[in-house]
């Protein structure tokens, strides 16, 4: 299955799309004033321990105190210990290694553990471990066993620490990942060596963009990396020679004038990923709600009428919008829990048809889910892992005029509202005029339709009321001024 890889570089930030069989699956953008902070290390200091919650604040260095719960404590443990409460463990003034696992989102810090891990290409190092893992993506007993052997043969015998056996590895050769050992070992003691920086300090920050694509994102499927700076073609050609060998013959420098993510409609995708509706080939739709709680997706037949029947048609859509569901969720970078309406289907058979299909396209998706079954209100509950801001919250700000609402009072609503303020303030002060400043909507309506309305509340108080428009203001905003 044919994929590829385009690589899109300004001075101010490194965008990168990821597409299979042509259509964009991911999108990944970094800025330079704002890199993710995920795999960071840093020398931390405790700032406050809360036993109530079983959690620190850390101070890292960051705008926010970051997180950290005692399930993401390590400590080696004997036979038999029972693990210790966090107040046993974390005192205030405590310096301490830590390494963030999600970045900050929205008003949360970020998340920290203390059990350190940074990835090569073909392996994880677990510096503080002893075993070998090897990926859950890499299915077959045989198989399995087999890597693990190949990694214990290749382990120098002073070796300490534990390590993962990325999907990668099934095609590595040996001297790949002979390399990788080296690497994630010398890389470990630059680290420990920065340790005794004073509190809080970084001690190592990871890849940016362009080199993560090398060691994070490319795959056996991956055809060719397409990369529209010279500059930045140089280094990942560098960095392949030194630490990805298998990758370098698929790197390509795209210099021609029409720039890469147009000719391959990238700007497009990611103008309807910013929408909140998404259609699908039949005729039918997607309705996609992110709040800050969870994400809400709602499947619509809309225009498409089946060939046989309603539930013919309602199967096939469906099945369409699990796939488009499963490519949005990544496209869009969604996480946490996310609520599926599908369209009610009486069928058992269909609705496990559906199922299959929506876990068979999360199947290609690297980051983890979970998909339940469907509930008795004909929903399909999922989780997705979350690690960083979503596209839209990279890309976006809350609007100022709804304040994230998507809806704004009406005009006639604001009117209402001006009425009564005005009757407050006449109870409350002696004014000799009341002059209201709103925008032209609702100046426009008191002149109109509400002219009625206004003229009662000036006889009502004896006073005048004079209308003045605000082009500034948005339509919910206004002043009422006491002259």
Known sequence: MSEEILVNVTPQETRVAVLHLGAVQELHIERAQCRGLVSNIYMGRVVRVLPGMQSAFI?????RAAFLHVADIWEERRNGEP?????????EGQNLMVQVIKDPIGTKGARLSTQISFAGRYLVYLPQETHIGISQKIEGEEERELLRKRLHQLMPADVTGGFI???MAETAEDVEMQADIDYLRRLWSSIQSRGNCAAPCLLYQDLGLSLRVLRDFVNRDTTRILIDSRETYQRMVEFAKSYTHAVHDKLQHYGADRPLFDLHAIE??????????VDLKSGGYLIIDQTEALTTVDVNTGGFVGARNFDDTIFKTNLEAAQAIARQLRLRNLGGIIIIDFIDMDNAEH?????T????ALARDPTRSTVSAFSALGLVEMTRKRTRESLAHVLCETCPTCTGRGEIRTAQTVCYDVLREILREARQFTAREYRIVAAQSVIDLFLDEESGSLAQLIDFIGKPVSLQVETTYPQEQYDIILL
Do not use: F, S, W
């Not at 693990?83 to 005192?91: D, G």
């Not at 609705?351 to 199922?355: I, K």
């Not at 299909?357 to 068979?360: A, F, G, I, Q, V």
């Open 268 to 277: 497009d995708e990611i103008a309807k990923a910013l929408g909140q509706r």
């Open 59 to 63: 101070d890292v260095g960051l705008e």
């Open 165 to 167: 056996v990325r999907t």
């Open 351 to 355: 609705q496990g048809a559906v199922l």
């Open 83 to 91: 693990e210790r409460p966090i107040e046993q463990i974390l005192h």
């Open 357 to 360: 299909e929506l876990k068979k």
